[in-house]
């Protein structure tokens, strides 16, 4: 017989509110030409599952410079900016929209830093990749450029709304 899900305590005074909005927030997460060329979607999509997100929303493209150079304009000033759009739309991409508790900020942490080789083992990008001109993936930074690049990337109705089965287990 399996177990029903606990019930979930009210908030005690004092505790933290843990609205329902934050479990909400999404990031935007897109596996790199480069991720997707070495068969890294299956690993990748792994640990944010087993991490318990939830998938909202996943598409297979190649994308076009114009929508990279718009997803990457805070860096149009920078030497690396043409090489990084070019790269970037060398071959197809896995755009996908996560959701959770603080997915923003732990999304960042699970992909280790801009540059593998200062990444600790146990991140994506410490774990899977050497350059940082090919770090396999992308994560927002902020929960407003999470919003920014969903919606430049995604249509308001490719996002799914569903309850996981394993919410319960996964949020107290
Ligand atoms: P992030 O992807 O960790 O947010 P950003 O500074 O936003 O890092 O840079 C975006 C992407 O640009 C990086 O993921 C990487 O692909 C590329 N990039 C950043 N710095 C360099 C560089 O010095 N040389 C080549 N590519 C770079
Ligand atoms: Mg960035």
Known sequence: MSA??????????????????????RTFIAIKPDGVQRGLIGEIVKRFEQKGFRLVAMKFLQ??????????????????????????????VAAMVWEGLNVVKTGRVMLG????????????????????????IHGSDSVDSANKEISLWF?????VSYKSCAQDWIYE
């Open 63 to 92: 994308a076009s410079e114009d929508l990279l150079k718009e997803h990457y304009i805070d860096l149009k000033d920078r030497p690396f900016y043409p090489g990084l759009v070019k790269y970037m739309s060398s071959g197809p």
């Open 4 to 25: 029903a899900a606990p019930r979930r305590s009210s908030a005690r005074p004092g505790s933290p509110v843990r609205t329902m909005a934050a479990k909400t927030e």
């Open 113 to 136: 830093e801009t540059n593998p080789a200062d990444s600790k083992p146990g991140t994506i990008r410490g774990d899977l990749c050497i350059e940082v001109g090919r770090n396999i």
């Open 155 to 159: 249509k308001p109705e490719e996002l």
